[in-house]
């Protein structure tokens, strides 16, 4: 029970990568991946005329085709699972399609059969498996409205489309009400209605793109104009403490002027103040003495004493020094007030010229729109040995990487990638481009440099992570595969168009923009992704067996350097 228990948790394990159901009569390949028996040989079958076979789910490489056995394994805990889920079948809830077979409880019916008008639970729906005339019967997804495919008159599964009527209806309706109606089978008319439908679809996606491609440029327009604000903002911060920084040297330097004049000034004055005092000294002892002169007795005395009194002490009179009350910095003031006055009408006749809309106008940083416009940006890559796993020949001054069975004489080299993998020398920042020509089976890939490099794991994948995205080309497609897609955190991108041989590829690292680019007659745009690069990104490679991927230099194409750039 703890195993049943356990199986019914992790069914997931056991489903198709290929087409996504339970396995089917199961097989495992020499890389440990299992399919169903049909799935795998559908796909085998494909690559015959290379002779190489690869798995479908890690792209491992096979020569020659391995024999296929059954998984018995595999196929045992599929029974239990099997026999779990019918034990386990809750009834039909609310909004379910009920068993028609089932009496009691009524279980979710699984699938409903357009001949037998019915819907079935996976028990009864086993006889129209085994039973060979059930087996054709047409078994569709559990459905309420069957009764809206039968006839109301004829009670008959309407199998034809009138266009007279633009009805459904039954083969009797042909013989009586829509006799001579322009009428085809539902299957013919759904073919029709499915190309008009297409070309609705190719509309509205057309439509998306060109508005998404509006959304960008929006998007982009509102960051520049977010980086040039900033920029302004502190350009206009720079700028106005240095004016501030130089107006505030020039008043220090008046201020400094004016307390110097003042030391001068006081210096002097406070010399003639000394003097005045010592001259008022010397008066007030000689009045003093003539006062006691005057008032003695002896006469003798006084006529010697008055005639060395008389006498004139010799000392300078300072009465000629001219005091000026108010030291005047008028002049300082006039010419400052000067200053400031053609100051401020200098900035208003400046500020005048600048235009109201400067702070916001948005700096749009266009796009290139020819092979000429991305040339501007051309990258001259190298690839670097110490990370190219063994299997990997560099050439041509390692521009030229080619998947070899026979292993490369590299040093063991910490970086070095045990998938079949290489990245370049030169890390990639600000805008750049850089042209591949491939051959075989190649991603063509942008990384981080901290991908891991030991281990087979997603991790080590080119694609497989969220530290590098890759462009898968193949010359060929096959089952749930196409010949391009993308890959980016392990998340599969289909992409509709067939690669040429020559690959473009543009990044713009700071705008966060990585574009591929088809290289022919034209430019054709592949894919483009938008995302946030938080590091430097290294160019890198993929390369299966038998395949080569070649950097190409700038001169290479000739005279076709005017190839514009179409959209897909």
Known sequence: MMAEASISVDQDQFSCPVCLDLLKDPVTVPCGHSFCMVCINGCWDQEDQRG????????????????????????????????TEVQAAPPAGSGDVECDSCTGRKRKAAQSCLTCLASFCEDHLKPHYEIPPLKRHKLVKASTRLQEKICSQHDKLMEIYCRTDRSSICYLCTMDDHKGHDTVSAAAERTQKQRELEEMQREVQQRIQEKQKKLQEL??????????????????????????????KKRSELTELIRAQEEAELSAA????????????????????LEQLSLTEDHIHFLQSFQSLSVSSGSEDSSSISVHHHLSFDGVRSALSDLKERLEEFCREEFRKIPPQAAAAPLLLSEPNSREDFLQYFCQLTLDPNTANRYLSLSEENRVVERSNDGQSYSDHPEKFDRSQVLSVESL???????????????????????????????????????????????????????????????????????????????????????FYSVSDTMTLLHTVHSTFTQPLYAGFWVGDGSTARLCDKNDGGDRDSWAVWPV
């Open 429 to 515: 920042s600000g805008r750049c481009y850089w042209e591949v020509e491939w051959s075989g089976t190649v991603n063509i890939s942008v990384s981080y440099k901290e991908i891991r490099r030991k281990g087979r794991g997603d991790e080590c994948l080119f694609g497989r992570n969220n530290h590098s995205w890759s462009l898968c080309c193949s010359p060929f497609s096959f089952w749930s595969y196409s010949s391009l897609y993308f890959f980016h955190n392990n998340i599969q991108t289909d992409l509709p168009e067939r690669p040429s041989s020559r690959i473009g590829v543009y990044v713009d690292h700071s705008a966060g923009i990585l574009s």
């Open 219 to 248: 998007e982009q327009a509102v960051n520049t104009l977010k980086r040039c604000a900033q920029t302004a903002v502190e350009d206009t911060e720079r700028i106005w403490t240095e004016l501030i920084c130089s107006i505030e």
């Open 52 to 83: 190489v076979y690869s798995c479908p789910q890690c792209r491992e490489s096979f020569t020659p085709r391995p024999v296929l056995r059954r998984n018995y394994f595999i196929a045992e805990m599929l029974e239990k699972l099997k026999k």
């Open 270 to 289: 406070e010399e003639h103040l000394e003097k005045l005092e010592q001259e008022i000294a010397d008066l007030k002892r000689r009045n003093t003495e």
